[in-house]
C-alpha cells in the first residue's frame, strides 16, 4: 500500500520530505539566526524563514559574515576609540566624552550591557564589533538603539538617559586607558586589527571628523609624540584653524538657526538646497531639548556656509558617487558617464552598502566590482557624493540616520580631504506617494531634514536635488518618472544639471597647504599617498568669489 | 495576509491551500461544494474583504434568476431537441460536442481547416504524447461517441487532461484533422445552440433576441434575460467607475466571475444542464476560488459539482505537477522578464534605442504568456487536485500559425467564452461575408474593452480583429500555402500587438512604434545600441528559457515523464526555488521595488 502510495505521488512526497526540512529548519533558527525575520505564523509558513534568510547570505547554520561590512564596523570602533582616547579638553569633556564612550560602545549588542569592561582596551572595541555585526544584520533595531546613543542625550531613546552618569564616569576611565594604549604608537592598534590598519595610511587612519572641535584636536595633536599620528593630527588643524573661515575661504554665508521658522520650511516639500542645508535641530532634538552647543563634532557649527556655485563638468573628474540604483541611472543615462567616479547598485542602503562589491565605473575603464570601502582606500577623491536612502524607507527613520552618520564617518576617514555632498534623497511622484504607506514624500521630506543635519558647512554639505525636479507640490512630476520613483533617462540631465549648479568650490590653496604640512612631516611612506589624490584642481580654480 | 489571493503566494500554497485541501477531502461529499464556497468566500475575503458582499450578493441574484433560466431552457428543450442523449450527457460534454461542432463553421475557427496541414504535422511529432481525458469524460465521451464518433474525438479540447493510463500516455490533438471531418454533422446542432445563445449575448442583443424568439413568450425567459442584463450592468458600472474615478474600486475578479454566471446563464437558457443546479453547487462554480480572481473562465458543467469526485492520488500529484511548473513560470520567468520590462519604462521611451524597443516587446510578450499562463497552471492545477478536470486556458500559443490560430490557443476559455455567447448567437459565419466580419469586429472590440477600458484595449481589439477578417478572407490562401506566414505572424504582429496592449498612454505608445519603427518619426536608425547589449546580457537566460518552453514538445515531455526520478527531483528544486522567490517577494508584487 504504502509502495503503492509512493510510486503514485512521487513528487507529493518529494516536496513533503523537502517541506519538513525547510520546516525543521526555519523553527530551529527563528530566535537564533532568524531572529530578525518578521513572521506570522499564521499566515507564513516557518520555512520560508529559510528562504528569506537565503537572500540576506543568512543561512540556519548562521549568518555569512560579509567582510566589508565587518571591517567598516571596525573602521568606526576604532574611529571611536580614538576619539574618546584624544581629548583632555574640559569644556567639552562631559558632554563629549559620554558620547565617544558609548559610540565605542556601538560594538555590544544593546541587549547586553557589558558598559563596565568596556573601553579597557582597544581589542575590546573592536571586538564586539563583530558580535554586532553578526546580530546586526539580523537584528536591524537593536543596533539602532546602540547606536543612536552617539547622539547626545536620549533624544530619541528615552531608556538612553539613565546611563548617562555611569557613562560619564566609564568615559573618563576609558579615555585613559584609550589613550595610554595609544601612546606608544600605533603599534598596539596595529597589532589588534591588522586589515585595517595595515591598509590604511596612517593619516587615513587617523583622519575624523574632528573638524568640528578644533580644541580637541589640538590638545590631541599636542599630547600625542608619535610622528606619524601627530602629523596626521596637524593636517586635521590646519583645516580646522582655517575654518572659522578666513583666508581661503569664500566668505561664508551665515544662517542663524531659527528653529521655527526653519522647521517650516523644511517641512515645506521643496526647500531650495541652501536653505535645507540648515540644521534643523528641531529634528534632532525635539521639543525642549536642544542644546545650546551641539556636542558631536559631525554636526555643524551651524549655519556657516560655502556658496553654493555653478561649476562645469570637469570639477566631476575627481569626484566619486556612491548611492543606489538613483545614482546608477545617473551614470547610465546622464553626460556624467565617462567624466566622473561611480560606485553605485540597485537595492543599496546604508544597511548593505560595505556588504558586497558593487559596480564600480570609472572614466576611461570599465565596469569592474569594488566594495565601497576599496574604492574610497584606492584613491583620494576630492568630492564624494552620497546618495542612499529610498531603499531605507521601509525601516526606521532613527535607525537610517545612525547608519548613514557612520557611512559619512567611514567616508571622512578614508578621504580626509573630500568635500562630502550628502544628496538629499529624491522624492517620488504623487501617484506613486499616494498609495504607498512607505514610499512617500513625508517619509522623505522627514529623512531629508535628519540628513541636512549631517552638513556642517565646512566639508560635509547638504544638497537636495528635490529643488530642482520637484513641482510646486513637492512632488517629481509623472512625466520624469515612468515608475514613480527613478527618473527616466532623459530626465537625469535635471540631476546633472543641479550638481554642476551647486557645488562648493574651495580655493586651490585649500587642497594644497594642508597636503604640503602632510607630506613634509610623513616623508616617504606617505607619498605614495598623496599621488594618489587626484592631480588638478585645474578646472575648479575659477577662484571662488564672495556672495 | 492580502497575497493569499495570489496563487503564487508562500501564504496561498503553505497555508490556504494545505488546509483547504484537508477538509475538502475529509468533508463527506454532500458537502464538497459547501467547502469550496465557504473556502473561497474566506480567500476572496482575503483579497477584498468589502467586495466579496457583492460576490455574495450576485451569486444569489443569479441563482435566484438561474431558476426562471432553467425553466427557459427546459420549456425551449423538446421542441429544439438539441441533446441527443441527455441522460449521461455532462455539460461538459454538450458544450465541447458543441462547440466541436461549431468550430469549423464558426469563423472563428474556420481557420483550423486552413491548418489543417501544419496542425498535423504538429500532431505527428506528439502523437505519443496525451492530452486525454479524465476518466470520467472518457466515459461519457464514450457514450456520447457511439453517435457523434469523429465529432467528439475533435473536440476541441478546451481542456486537455493528462492522465496516466495503462502507464501509456497519448496525445490528442486539440485540432485533430477529424474536426474537419465533423463539420457536416456538426450543423444539426447547431441550429439550437445559435438560437438559444443569442439573447446572452449582451443585453442589446439580449433585447433583440428576445423580440425574434416565437411570439408566445417562453416561461422563465425575462428571468434569463434579467440576469443577463444584471451581470452586464453590473460589470459595466464597475469598469466605467474604474476608469472615472479609481481604479481600485473595481472589484477583485469581477470580468472573470461575471464572465462565468453569464456563461451559467446562458448554458441554463440553452438547456445545457441535465440537472438543476442547486444553490451550493451554483455557489461554488461562481467562487471556486482558483478562478475568481484571474479565471480561467470555466463552464459549469466542465466542473464535477453536481457528482464530487472521488479522492485520487494520481489527481493530487497531476495537480501538483501542473501547480510546480506554473509558479516556476511565474516567479522565474515571468516575474523576471517583468522587471526588463519595467526597466524600459523606466529609461523611458524616447531614450531607448530601436533593437532595446524590440528586445522590449518581446519581453512584455513573454511576461504576459508565462505570467498568465503559468497563473492558469496553477489554477487549473489546484482544480485538479481537488478532483476537477484539467481546464486548459494555454495551448502552446506561441506555436500557432497565424493570428487567428493563436488565439484559439491563447486564453482559451475567454475566446470560447466569446464565441460560444456573442458569436454565434449574433449569427457567426453562416450569415455572408459582411455579417462574419462584422461579428468578428464586435467580438473582438468586446473582448478589448473587456480587458480594459482605456483606448489602446479598444485599439488592440480592433487591429487584432482586423488581422484576423484579413487572415479569414484576403490572406487565406496565402497561410494555407506557406505555413511560413503564419508563424512570422504569430512572432512578429503578435508582440507588436501587445505592445498596444501593454502601453495604455497613446502619446508614449506612438513613440514606443516610433522607436520601434524609426522612419516613422523621421530618426534615422543607426541609434547606439549600447543598451540592448546591457541588458540584453543580463537577461538573456530567461529569453532562452521562455523560448525553449514556447516548443510545445517540450512542455509534454515533461508531463510525460513527470514520474522519471530526475524530473521529480528537478520539479522539488523548480518548487523550491520558486518559493524562494515568493517568500522573498512577500508582499511586492515586484520584486524591483528594490531601488
Redesign the interface.
Known amino acids: 500500500m504504502k509502495k503503492n502510495h509512493k510510486l503514485r505521488s512521487p513528487l507529493l512526497i518529494s516536496i513533503l520530505v523537502t517541506g519538513a526540512v525547510f520546516c525543521a529548519a526555519g523553527i530551529a533558527g527563528k530566535n537564533t539566526v532568524y531572529a530578525g525575520y518578521a513572521q506570522d505564523p499564521v499566515f507564513e509558513p516557518y520555512l520560508s524563514l529559510v528562504f528569506k534568510g537565503a537572500a540576506d547570505e543568512v543561512y540556519p547554520w548562521g549568518a555569512k559574515e560579509s567582510a566589508g561590512a565587518q571591517e567598516a564596523m571596525q573602521l568606526l570602533a576604532q574611529q571611536s576609540a580614538e576619539e574618546a582616547g584624544s581629548p583632555e579638553d574640559k569644556e567639552a569633556a562631559e558632554v563629549k566624552e559620554p558620547i565617544n564612550n558609548k559610540t565605542a560602545e556601538n560594538g555590544k549588542t544593546a541587549g547586553e550591557n557589558k558598559s563596565a569592561e568596556d573601553g579597557e582596551t582597544e581589542k575590546d572595541d573592536s571586538d564586539p564589533s563583530k558580535d554586532e555585526k553578526i546580530t546586526g544584520e539580523n537584528e536591524p533595531a537593536e543596533d539602532t538603539e546602540a547606536e543612536e546613543e552617539n547622539e547626545p542625550a536620549g533624544e530619541k531613546e528615552p531608556a538612553g538617559e539613565k546611563e548617562t552618569a555611569e557613562d560619564i564616569k566609564q568615559a573618563e576611565e576609558k579615555s585613559e586607558t584609550a589613550s595610554q594604549q595609544k601612546d606608544p604608537g600605533n603599534d598596539s592598534a596595529g597589532q589588534q586589527i591588522p586589515e585595517s590598519m595595515e591598509e590604511l595610511p596612517d593619516s587615513v587612519v587617523l583622519g575624523e571628523e574632528e573638524e568640528g572641535s578644533p580644541d580637541t584636536v589640538q590638545s590631541a595633536a599636542a599630547e600625542a609624540d608619535a610622528a606619524a599620528a601627530a602629523s596626521a593630527q596637524e593636517m586635521k588643524e590646519q583645516i580646522i584653524v582655517e575654518k572659522p573661515g578666513e583666508k581661503h575661504i569664500p566668505a561664508p554665508v551665515v544662517y542663524t538657526i531659527d528653529s521655527g521658522g526653519i522647521t517650516e520650511a523644511v517641512c515645506n516639500p521643496v526647500v531650495p538646497a541652501i536653505e535645507y542645508g540648515n540644521v534643523n535641530r528641531g529634528y534632532l532634538f525635539p521639543n525642549s531639548q536642544i542644546p545650546e552647543k551641539d556636542p558631536d563634532p559631525i554636526f555643524a557649527e551651524n549655519g556657516i556656509y560655502y556658496p553654493l556655485r555653478e561649476v562645469d563638468d570637469s570639477y566631476f573628474a575627481d569626484a566619486l558617487f556612491i548611492g543606489d540604483s538613483r545614482t546608477q541611472g545617473l551614470y547610465l543615462y546622464s553626460e556624467m558617464k565617462g567624466r566622473t567616479t561611480f560606485i553605485a547598485k540597485e537595492s543599496v542602503s546604508v544597511f548593505n552598502i560595505f556588504d558586497k562589491a558593487l559596480p564600480f565605473y570609472a572614466p576611461g575603464q570599465g565596469e569592474v566590482r569594488k566594495t565601497v570601502l576599496d574604492a574610497l582606500r584606492e584613491k583620494q577623491y576630492r568630492k564624494v557624493y552620497v546618495s542612499v536612502g529610498v531603499n531605507e524607507l521601509g525601516s526606521a527613520a532613527a535607525e537610517y540616520f545612525t547608519r548613514f552618520k557612520d557611512l559619512i564617518r567611514i567616508v571622512r576617514q578614508l578621504q580626509p580631504d573630500a568635500i562630502i555632498y550628502v544628496q538629499g534623497i529624491m522624492h517620488v511622484t504623487g501617484s506613486y506617494a499616494q498609495k504607498n504607506a512607505v514610499y512617500n514624500n513625508t517619509n522623505i521630506v522627514e529623512r531629508n531634514k535628519a540628513l541636512a543635519t549631517l552638513a556642517n558647512g565646512h566639508d560635509i554639505f547638504y544638497i537636495d536635488l528635490n529643488s530642482a525636479v520637484c513641482d510646486a507640490e513637492g512632488n517629481i512630476p509623472a512625466e520624469l518618472a515612468y515608475d514613480g520613483v527613478h527618473l527616466k533617462a532623459s530626465s537625469y540631465k535635471l540631476w546633472h544639471q543641479f550638481l554642476r549648479e551647486n557645488a562648493i568650490v574651495r580655493s586651490e590653496a585649500d587642497w594644497q597647504e594642508p597636503k604640503a604640512e602632510a607630506a613634509a612631516q610623513e616623508g616617504a611612506a606617505e607619498d605614495a599617498v598623496l599621488e594618489n589624490t587626484p592631480g588638478g584642481e585645474e578646472a575648479v580654480s575659477q577662484a571662488p568669489v564672495a556672495e | 495576509?492580502q497575497n493569499?489571493v495570489l496563487l503564487s503566494s508562500?501564504?496561498f500554497i503553505?497555508?490556504f491551500l494545505p488546509v483547504f485541501l484537508i477538509v475538502y477531502w475529509i468533508a463527506p461529499k454532500k458537502l464538497r461544494n459547501a467547502v469550496i464556497y465557504f473556502g473561497s468566500i474566506v480567500f476572496y475575503a482575503a483579497g477584498s474583504p468589502i467586495f466579496v458582499l457583492l460576490l455574495i450578493l450576485l451569486t444569489l441574484l443569479n441563482y435566484m434568476l438561474g431558476v426562471f433560466s432553467w425553466q427557459f431552457g427546459r420549456a425551449k428543450l423538446p421542441e429544439e431537441g438539441a441533446d441527443p442523449d441527455p441522460r449521461n450527457h455532462s455539460e461538459g460534454e454538450t458544450d465541447q460536442e458543441e462547440n466541436g461542432h461549431l468550430l469549423p463553421n464558426a469563423g472563428f475557427d474556420e481557420e483550423a481547416g486552413q491548418h489543417h496541414e501544419p496542425e498535423s504535422m504538429l500532431k505527428a511529432d506528439n502523437e505519443d504524447w496525451l492530452i486525454d481525458i479524465a476518466d470520467k469524460i472518457e466515459l461519457q465521451t464514450k457514450n456520447i461517441s457511439g453517435e457523434t464518433d469523429a465529432a467528439e474525438k475533435t473536440a476541441p479540447a478546451r481542456s486537455s487532461y493528462i492522465e496516466q493510463r495503462s502507464g501509456k500516455w497519448q496525445f490528442r490533438s486539440s485540432t485533430d484533422p477529424k474536426s474537419i471531418t465533423s463539420a457536416g454533422r456538426s450543423v444539426r446542432s447547431e441550429g439550437p445552440a445559435a438560437h438559444s445563445a443569442a439573447p446572452s449575448a449582451a443585453s442589446a442583443s439580449a433585447a433583440s433576441a428576445a423580440s425574434k424568439t416565437p411570439a408566445a413568450p417562453v416561461k422563465g425567459e425575462m428571468g434569463f434575460v434579467w440576469a443577463v442584463a444584471l451581470d452586464i450592468a453590473v460589470l459595466i458600472v464597475f469598469k466605467v467607475v474604474a476608469l472615472k474615478w479609481n481604479a481600485e474600486l473595481f472589484p477583485l475578479g469581477l470580468s472573470f466571475y461575471i464572465f462565468k454566471m453569464i456563461s451559467y446563464q446562458a448554458d441554463l437558457a440553452m438547456g445545457k444542464l441535465e440537472k438543476q443546479p442547486s444553490f451550493m453547487q451554483t455557489a461554488a462554480y461562481f467562487t471556486l476560488f482558483t478562478q475568481v480572481t484571474q479565471g480561467p473562465i470555466m463552464r459549469f458543467g466542465e466542473g464535477n459539482f453536481a457528482e464530487p469526485a472521488k479522492f485520487s492520488?494520481?489527481k493530487?500529484?497531476e495537480g501538483?505537477?501542473y501547480v510546480?511548473l506554473g509558479l516556476g513560470m511565474k516567479t522565474l520567468l515571468a516575474d523576471r522578464i517583468a522587471i526588463l520590462w519595467?526597466e524600459i519604462?523606466?529609461?523611458?521611451y524616447?531614450?531607448?534605442s530601436t533593437g532595446l524597443a524590440w528586445l522590449g516587446a518581446y519581453s512584455y510578450t513573454f511576461e504576459l504568456y508565462f505570467d498568465f499562463w503559468g497563473y492558469s497552471l496553477i489554477a487549473a492545477g489546484v482544480t485538479v487536485m481537488m478532483g476537477f478536470p484539467f481546464i486548459e486556458n494555454f495551448r502552446h500559443p506561441y506555436a500557432a500559425v497565424g493570428i487567428g490560430d493563436f488565439y484559439r490557443r491563447w486564453h482559451a476559455t475567454l475566446g470560447s467564452w466569446f464565441r460560444d455567447y456573442i458569436y454565434i448567437p449574433l449569427g457567426g459565419s453562416r450569415e455572408g461575408k459582411l455579417k462574419t466580419i462584422r461579428n468578428l469586429m464586435v467580438v473582438w472590440v468586446l473582448t478589448g474593452l473587456w480587458h480594459g477600458g482605456t483606448l489602446n484595449f479598444l485599439i488592440w481589439g480592433v487591429v487584432v480583429g482586423i488581422m484576423i477578417v484579413l487572415e479569414k478572407y484576403p490572406l487565406k490562401p496565402v497561410l494555407k500555402h506557406v505555413p511560413m506566414f503564419g508563424r512570422l505572424e504569430t512572432w512578429i504582429l503578435i508582440p507588436l500587438s501587445w505592445v498596444i496592449f501593454a502601453i495604455s498612454d497613446l502619446p508614449q505608445l506612438w513613440l514606443y512604434f516610433t522607436r520601434l519603427f524609426p522612419m516613422l518619426s523621421g530618426t534615422p536608425v543607426g541609434q547606439e545600441m549600447s543598451d540592448l547589449i546591457?541588458l540584453g546580457s543580463l537577461y538573456w537566460p530567461y529569453f532562452a528559457a521562455a523560448l525553449v518552453l514556447c516548443v510545445p514538445g517540450v512542455f509534454k515531455w515533461i508531463l510525460k515523464n513527470?514520474?522519471h526520478?530526475l524530473i521529480?527531483?528537478a520539479?522539488?528544486a523548480l518548487?523550491?526555488v520558486s518559493?524562494?522567490y515568493s517568500?522573498?517577494m512577500?508582499g511586492n508584487t515586484f520584486m524591483?521595488l528594490?531601488?
Open positions: 495576509m493569499i508562500t501564504a503553505f497555508r492520488l494520481d493530487l500529484e501538483l505537477v510546480v519595467n519604462g523606466k529609461i523611458g524616447e531614450s531607448i546591457r513527470r514520474r526520478p521529480v527531483l520539479l522539488t518548487f523550491w518559493v524562494y517568500a522573498n512577500s524591483y528594490n531601488f
